[in-house]
């Protein structure tokens, strides 16, 4: 979030301007930019995965992904060590 206030709102600057939504306040502008959209992810994302599969490229670069199986090819562990 790049925060800016303006005459019109609160507004997130890393949109261009012809997308840009305005907010009343400060704390709208988070709610609708940074927790709604992260509460979305987690609800549709990782609450559903069971398994974080990490990889590695040979130069070097690593990364993460969140998968409901276990991947052969990356080195996987459950997301849950604990039963439900």
């Known amino acids: 979030l790049a925060e800016s206030r303006s005459d019109q709102g609160y507004t997130n600057l ?3 301007p012809e997308a840009r939504k305005y907010y009343p306040d400060r704390q ?3 709610e609708g930019e ?3 959209p992260f509460i979305e992810w987690c609800n549709a994302t990782l609450a ?3 398994w974080l599969a990490l990889y590695a490229a040979d130069d ?4 993460a992904v969140l998968c409901h199986a276990v991947d ?3 080195m996987c562990f459950p997301v849950r060590t604990t039963n439900r």
């Open 60 to 63: 070097r670069a690593t990364w």
């Open 72 to 74: 052969p090819e990356a």
């Open 14 to 16: 890393f949109y261009l």
């Open 28 to 30: 709208s502008l988070w």
């Open 34 to 36: 940074v927790f709604q």
């Open 48 to 50: 559903k995965a069971n």
